[in-house]
């Protein structure tokens, strides 16, 4: 079993930078392909970013590429997403997902995931 804990959302002004947080927790942190999901009001979450369980390998959608850097910690059991340059459609609130396939599919649905947090609020401002 693992649990995922957002933090470090907030309001901040377009152009600015957040860094978003997921503490795990179990003994296996390490063997998950950890990764990101975003939510708007009446729209389905959608795929921001995962990160392989080295850490070796990163995938992004078109929308934040250059701008979002998804990154782990694993003795920390902890997985970062900096996000900079940030715009008013980056609003949403960000959930963490824990999967236990090492192949990541990026139009894999959020509830296919094996685990995922409760999500945390990122509002910016224009």
């Known amino acids: 079993q693992v649990q995922l804990v957002e933090s470090g959302g907030g309001l901040v002004q377009a152009g600015g930078s957040l860094r978003l947080s997921c503490a795990a927790s179990?003994?296996?942190?390490?063997?998950?392909?950890m990764g990101w999901f975003r939510q708007t009001p009446g729209k389905v979450p959608v795929f921001v970013a995962a990160?392989?369980?080295?850490?070796?390998?990163?995938y992004y959608a078109d929308s934040v590429k250059g701008r979002f850097t998804i990154s782990r910690d694993n003795a920390k059991n902890t997985v970062y997403l900096r996000m900079n340059s940030l715009k008013p459609e980056d609003t949403a609130v960000y959930y963490c997902?824990?999967?236990?396939?090492?192949?990541?599919?990026?139009?894999?649905?959020?509830?296919?995931?094996?685990?995922w947090g409760q999500g945390t609020q990122v509002t910016v401002s224009s």
């Open positions: 997902v824990a999967d236990h396939e090492g192949v990541v599919v990026t139009t894999k649905p959020l509830y296919e995931y094996d685990y």
């Open positions: 179990g003994r296996t942190f390490s063997r998950y392909t």
């Open positions: 990160i392989s369980w080295s850490g070796g390998s990163t």
